[in-house]
């Protein structure tokens, strides 16, 4: 890995690129650190840290790179940019004329691009406006007296600014830098926060409060998560594919040739960390419902917040079967079994040993649904098991610990592919002009 890096600096072209990543990463870091105008931070610190409020605007925060916490102008993040681009593919599966558009290639992507750009601005403005109303509810607010429609106008148009800068940033950092941008953005929240993290768990075990062996106990859990993220994340399953027919690798689905072996790359987590935060997202605003004005002195509220609290057996368990259901929904919209069948005996490929058409579509959903139930269980483990061993070690510096280290670990894999992908075609490319032609012999030095 540091080799890699270490070889990529080397090359002035990506030296560059990762000279510009950084420059927007600093960037949108030093928006984060901005508050919108007419918040008090202070007060919206006590609020998120409180026991009602703070663990959806923890979750929040979690994906929005901290800036929440102090309600930047960077405060949403890449929430909004996100929800849209899961609900646009939920809607180009629903929609032909959506679906017609993906298939145009190039252009019809740019258009559907554009409509989640659009989509992620009036979901930001959504979310903005619930924030200004939670912001009054707590009385977070300063510098606007009572002109309460100004507080809410100065909120929304601060935001969405923020959105459409956040996305414009993640935009550039894909298409002029390395790694994926939206990704990343979320990565350099996340990593700025370990630093402090990692002084307060030591803060615990200098004042007693933990003894060494819990913080040794709790660390090595951390390096066997990573292990075990790295290890799914790069798990998948070969689905061996042959071609009938001489087809052009380019026309190909899968690049091949007649005669060819190929495969289907299944991965054991399609869905990557959406799962968790879509389920950690309803039982976390499930503790909301007591302070609902209406239902504040409701008994049921409160049991049923209590019965669905991440921290009894009952709310685990609740938390586990939404991971599942959400796994298998969202892995349904990414690995679409009757497309790929389809496609295979377009382009005259078959998998061995099974019919092309509906045959091989219901040999892609079982195999599809296997996979996809060991990477449900495996999500579910991994957010439930830091609950566990912040009970058994009394170490809660490291919220969400599950969450943000498939994130991180997620993102550092990808950036990795990338950068080796692209040093792989350089040196290719250097090979080729050291070589020289030797009529059909080959390449002569």
Not at 135 to 161: E, R
Not at 368 to 389: C, D, E, Q, Y
Request: glycine share 10%.
């Amino acid at each position: 890995m540091l080799r890699a890096f270490a070889d990529a600096f080397r090359i002035p072209e990506l030296r560059q690129k990762f000279l510009l990543t950084l420059l927007l990463l600093a960037v949108y870091r030093l928006g984060s650190a901005i508050p919108t105008p007419g918040v008090d931070v202070e007060r919206l610190t006590q609020t998120i840290n409180s026991s009602g409020a703070g663990g959806a605007l923890g979750l929040l925060g979690l994906v929005s790179g901290g800036n929440l916490s102090q309600f930047s102008i960077f405060a949403l993040g890449v929430l909004p940019y996100i929800t849209a681009s899961i609900v646009m593919q939920i809607l180009t599966t629903a929609l032909p004329q959506l679906e017609a558009l993906q298939k145009e290639g190039p252009e019809g992507q740019k258009r559907i691009n554009q409509y989640t750009r659009v989509g992620a601005i009036g979901l930001g403005a959504v979310q903005a406006f619930f924030f200004a109303s939670l912001l009054l509810s707590q009385s977070a607010k300063v510098g606007w007296g009572a002109n309460i429609p100004m507080f809410y106008f100065v909120v929304v148009l601060t935001q969405c600014a923020g959105v459409a800068a956040t996305m414009w940033l993640g935009e550039r950092i894909t298409e002029y830098g390395v790694g994926n941008g939206i990704s990343l953005l979320i990565f350099a929240g996340i990593v700025t926060r370990f630093p402090i993290e990692f002084q307060q768990t030591i803060a615990l075990l200098n004042t007693g409060q933990v003894d060494l062996l819990r913080v040794l106990g709790f660390f090595a859990m951390i390096i066997a998560v990573v292990a075990a993220i790295v290890a799914i994340q790069q798990g998948e399953r070969r689905i061996p594919v042959q071609y009938a027919r001489k087809v052009a690798a380019t026309r190909s689905p899968m690049g091949a040739s007649a005669g060819q072996a190929s495969y289907i790359p299944l991965k054991i987590n399609t869905a990557g960390v959406i799962p968790i935060i879509f389920a950690s997202a309803i039982l976390q605003l499930a503790q909301l419902i007591p302070q609902i004005p209406a239902l504040k002195n409701s008994e049921f509220a409160a049991q049923f917040s209590q019965f669905l609290s991440i921290r009894t057996f009952s709310g685990a368990l609740v938390e586990i079967l939404l991971i599942v259901a959400f796994t298998y929904f969202y892995t349904t919209i990414s690995f679409d079994p009757k497309k790929v069948a389809e496609n295979l005996r377009e382009y005259g490929g078959f998998i061995p040993g099974v019919r092309p058409g509906d045959a091989t579509k219901d040999h892609l959903e079982r195999i599809s649904s296997r996979i996809t139930l060991w990477g449900a269980l495996f999500l579910a483990a991994l957010a439930v098991i830091p609950n566990i061993v912040a009970n058994l070690t009394g170490i809660t510096t490291f919220p969400l610990a599950g969450t943000t280290l498939l994130i991180v670990a997620g993102v550092a894999l990808d950036t990795l592919k990338q950068i080796e992908s692209q040093l792989a075609v350089r040196n290719y490319g250097g090979f080729l002009q050291k070589g020289k032609l030797r009529g059909r012999g080959g390449f002569q030095q």
